[in-house]
């Protein structure tokens, strides 16, 4: 089992960057594919990317290909998100999940441990 936290947003203009973090409990870090999902209000969560167990591979949502950078860190159980030239249909909050072995990297069913969200506000 792994526990997520996750930290780092805020309140940032249009063009703007942030780095969002999160944090897993445990030594099997490097166990888990690591993802980052959003959900904007009245809306469904949605993908925004994922890193293999190694960090050898990642993925990402078209949206925001090009603007954000997922890495990890296994010596220190993290994950981030670091999100340039910030647009505000980004706002919304930002969630960490974990799996062992998701089939779809994309699919927000197929992970089994998620960190309680961070909100991410983008102003025009």
């Known amino acids: 089992q792994v526990q997520l936290v996750e930290s780092g947003g805020g309140l940032v203009q249009a063009g703007g960057s942030l780095r969002l973090s999160c944090a897993a409990s445990?030594?099997?870090?490097?166990?888990?594919?690591m993802g980052w999902f959003r959900q904007a209000p009245g809306k469904e969560r949605e993908f925004v990317a994922a890193i293999s167990w190694s960090g050898g591979s990642t993925y990402y949502a078209d949206s925001v290909k090009g603007r954000f950078t997922i890495s990890r860190d296994n010596a220190k159980n993290t994950v981030y998100l670091q999100m340039n030239s910030l647009k505000p249909e980004d706002t919304a909050v930002y969630y960490c999940a974990a799996d062992p072995d998701p089939e779809e990297y994309g699919s927000k069913w197929e992970y089994e441990y998620w960190g309680q969200g961070t909100q991410v506000t983008v102003s025009s």
């Open positions: 445990g030594r099997t870090f490097s166990s888990y594919v």
